[in-house]
Each structure stands twice: as C-alpha cells, then as structure tokens.
C-alpha cells in the first residue's frame, strides 16, 4: 500500500520557522520526485517545491525561494520542507505529492498524495 504521510504543521508567528516531514512507503522512493503542494483557503493548488530522488535536482515556487529548503533522506524514504521567514500568505494545507521525475510539476500529473498538514502563520 502507497502511503505518504506529513507531519510538523502547526500555528507559527510570521517571521517563524517550520519543518514539515513527509514519509513515504509501498513505491521505489528512490526513481520518485517527491515535494509538496499547498492549498490555501479559496485558491488554487500550489506547486511548492519537489527533490528528484534520482538526481537531486530540486524545484523551488518564486514565492518560497529563499525561504523554503527541500531534502530528501534516502534510508529514511523521507522528505523535509524547512520553511523559514514564514509569512501569512504562507497558510495552506501542505500536501505531500510523488511523481515519476519527468513528469511536470503539475497537480494533476502526481501519482500519489499525502492527506495534508495544516501550516498557519499569525501575524
């Protein structure tokens, strides 16, 4: 059975850090580009960030670069989103999302999908 699980969400004061986990099972994680999505309330999905598994090759939305660091722990099947500097607009639900490394980073293109973790930054 396919499972990614998030975890590390939670109420951050703007300006604060967060680290959100994403651990992965039953797929090669290894041939896998794995990241994340966000989905505030009343917008659309968001591409975030994604690590190729296979080559490091990492992605980064405009608006996080900078902030926003992606790794990925290979014995571990698990990827971290470090999220610094958090801003308001920064409040989503983050989902975890794996997809073959040729594939664009499009949300209707992803294999597999996290149930989400909620991120609220305050002012």
């Known amino acids: 059975e396919v499972q990614l699980v998030e975890s590390g969400g939670g109420l951050v004061q703007a300006g604060g850090s967060l680290r959100l986990s994403c651990a992965a099972s039953?797929?090669?994680?290894?041939?896998?580009?794995i990241g994340w999505f966000r989905q505030a309330p009343g917008k659309e999905r968001e591409g975030v960030s994604y690590?190729?598994?296979?080559?490091?090759?990492?992605y980064y939305a405009d608006s996080v670069k900078g902030r926003f660091t992606i790794s990925s722990d290979n014995a571990k099947n698990t990827v971290y989103l470090q999220m610094n500097s958090l801003k308001p607009e920064d409040t989503a639900v983050y989902y975890c999302?794996?997809?073959?490394?040729?594939?664009?980073?499009?949300?209707?293109?992803?294999?597999?999908w996290g149930k989400g973790t909620l991120v609220t930054v305050s002012l």
């Open positions: 999302t794996a997809a073959p490394p040729s594939r664009l980073w499009i949300y209707y293109a992803m294999d597999y």
């Open positions: 690590i190729s598994n296979s080559d490091g090759r990492t």
């Open positions: 039953g797929f090669a994680f290894d041939d896998y580009a």
